[in-house]
């Protein structure tokens, strides 16, 4: 397994648009976060899955935002009726997480640009 | 809530010389925290760990002293080298809320010059 990869690398989409992106986690991991990073600043949290379970969702998820993970495999984040507020790097992460702190890992993202 | 304070940059460098970057933290419960590192188009990976007060994470070179009396986790690296250019994320996972989400700090960016 080579880690948590991230479909598309980047995404250029017309304001209105709808947009899908989607992250294969490591195999055994059964965790998996959406993150999103705007131009020099952290990454914020989105959401969150444990297994096929989504578990959590930040404020910063608003109605037009929607995650699944089918069968608690990979997940996808599609984002409705885009905005040129979503531009940014959506990042995907995965974990064995057993509230015991375990560090994440990441996958390279996807930047998205509305115009 | 939670929160994470980190240095602001750009650092600028010179190659051997010493790298610190400050980072302190407010959190609720009892965290574990994190420094990640984001090289040029890349995601974020992680450079260490300490799951608890007076732990040392080190890695590469570099370390950092998990400090619960100043909330604190520094980064340092004694002689930095123009590969680690780049921007340093200090982050915490607070083990008693489900989820252990990670509350990242801004960022700091790295320019280290030959």
């Known amino acids: 397994d080579t880690g948590v990869s991230q479909d598309p690398r980047h995404k250029i989409t017309k304001r209105g648009q709808n947009v899908t992106f989607r992250c294969d986690p490591i195999?055994?991991?059964?965790?998996l976060y959406w993150y999103r990073q705007t131009l020099g600043q952290g990454p914020e949290f989105l959401t969150y899955?444990?297994?096929?379970?989504?578990?959590?969702k930040s404020r910063l998820l608003s109605d037009r935002f929607s995650a699944e993970r089918p069968k608690g495999s990979f997940s996808t984040l599609e984002i409705q009726r885009t905005e040129q507020g979503d531009s940014a790097m959506y990042l995907c992460?995965?974990?064995?997480?057993?509230?015991?702190?375990?560090?994440?890992?990441f996958g390279s993202g996807t930047r998205l640009t509305v115009v | 809530g939670n929160s994470v304070t980190q240095m602001e940059g750009p650092v600028t460098l010179s190659e051997e010389a010493f790298l610190t970057i400050n980072c302190t933290y407010t959190?609720?419960?009892?965290?574990?925290l994190f420094w990640y590192v984001q090289y040029p188009g890349e995601g974020l990976q992680l450079l260490l760990k300490?799951?608890?007060?007076?732990d040392k994470g080190s890695n590469k070179g570099f370390e950092a002293t998990y400090r619960k009396e100043t909330t604190s986790f520094h980064l340092e690296k004694g002689s930095v080298q123009v590969s680690d250019s780049a921007v340093y994320f200090c982050a915490l996972s607070d083990k008693g809320a489900a989820g252990n989400k990670l509350t990242f700090g801004g960022g700091t960016r790295v320019l280290v010059k030959p």
């Open positions: 899955f444990q297994n096929e379970a989504q578990l959590e």
């Open positions: 992460a995965s974990t064995l997480g057993l509230n015991l702190g375990y560090g994440y890992t």
């Open positions: 195999s055994e991991h059964n965790r």
């Open positions: 959190a609720t419960g009892y965290p574990s």
């Open positions: 300490a799951t608890k007060a007076d």
